[in-house]
């Protein structure tokens, strides 16, 4: 699927472009074109190919574990569910931050896209100006830019990961605590209580 997308959407982009007025090439760089038809349509591609099965199974295995346990303890199902909403939430506000860091990522890569295009193809005139290694500054502006963007990106990732992964481990926590209460006080048995923790793991 996703590799029959990447061919279309290429497609598509070709011949969209081919129908564009010639007058749009000339107020435009190549650049921001090839990074959306090559670097772009392989980031949705890989959205489908990796990103798709690991929602599915992040919602599909806690909902059904979630509603398996309403037939052993509704106490446990109905901890998991409140759990996955309060874990919805944590990731909704660490993906807030992140998202502008990949719109200023995204920005910077285009502009880098379009001074490598521009380093390679004015060469002459480049020469002409003493403006090449060191010399060619709107180069090396760009790739600090990306450099600073794509450190930024990671930062911005970081708080979110942190909040998440506590939380998590304190339902886990919160879990294991009600189904040990659960079977130390005769309502389930040791084994179910154990069984139910293993699969409170997921």
Same mark, same amino acid.
Do not use: C
């Given at each position: /699927? !996703?590799?029959?997308? $990447?061919?279309?959407?290429q497609?598509?982009?070709?011949?969209? @472009?081919n129908?564009?007025?010639?007058?749009?090439? #000339?107020?435009?760089?190549?650049?921001? %074109?090839?990074?959306?038809?090559?670097?772009?349509?392989?980031?949705? $591609?890989?959205?489908?190919?990796?990103?798709?099965?690991?929602?599915?199974?992040?919602?599909?295995?806690?909902?059904?574990? =979630?509603?398996? &346990?309403?037939?052993?303890?509704?106490?446990?199902? =109905?901890? &998991?569910?409140i !759990?996955?909403? &309060?874990?919805? %939430?944590?990731?909704?506000?660490?993906?807030?931050?992140?998202?502008?860091?990949?719109?200023? &990522?995204?920005?910077?890569?285009?502009?880098?896209? =379009?001074?490598?295009?521009?380093?390679?193809?004015? $060469?002459?005139?480049?020469?002409?100006?003493?403006?090449?290694?060191?010399?060619?500054?709107?180069?090396?502006? !760009?790739? #600090?830019? $990306?450099?600073?963007?794509?450190? +930024? +990106?990671?930062?911005?990732?970081?708080?979110?990961l942190?909040?998440?992964?506590?939380?998590?481990?304190?339902?886990?926590?919160? @879990?294991?605590? /009600? =189904?040990? +209460?659960?079977?130390?006080?005769?309502?389930?048995?040791?084994?179910?209580?154990i069984?139910?923790?293993?699969? !409170?793991?997921?």
């Amino acid at each position: /699927i !996703a590799v029959g997308m $990447q061919g279309g959407l290429q497609t598509r982009l070709g011949d969209h @472009l081919n129908e564009l007025p010639l007058g749009w090439f #000339e107020t435009r760089s190549a650049a921001p %074109l090839s990074r959306t038809a090559v670097e772009n349509v392989r980031e949705i $591609q890989g959205a489908v190919a990796y990103l798709v099965p690991k929602v599915l199974t992040s919602v599909l295995v806690p909902l059904g574990v =979630a509603v398996g &346990m309403l037939f052993v303890d509704w106490r446990i199902s =109905a901890t &998991m569910l409140i !759990a996955a909403l &309060m874990l919805l %939430l944590v990731n909704r506000l660490g993906e807030r931050s992140y998202l502008r860091a990949d719109a200023r &990522m995204h920005e910077a890569a285009t502009e880098v896209d =379009a001074r490598v295009v521009e380093f390679a193809q004015v $060469q002459p005139v480049l020469r002409s100006f003493g403006a090449v290694g060191s010399a060619n500054r709107a180069l090396d502006t !760009a790739l #600090e830019r $990306q450099k600073s963007a794509l450190v +930024g +990106g990671v930062f911005s990732a970081v708080p979110g990961l942190i909040a998440f992964a506590v939380v998590v481990q304190a339902v886990f926590l919160v @879990l294991t605590y /009600i =189904a040990v +209460g659960r079977a130390t006080g005769g309502d389930i048995s040791v084994v179910a209580a154990i069984a139910l923790i293993a699969v !409170a793991s997921r």
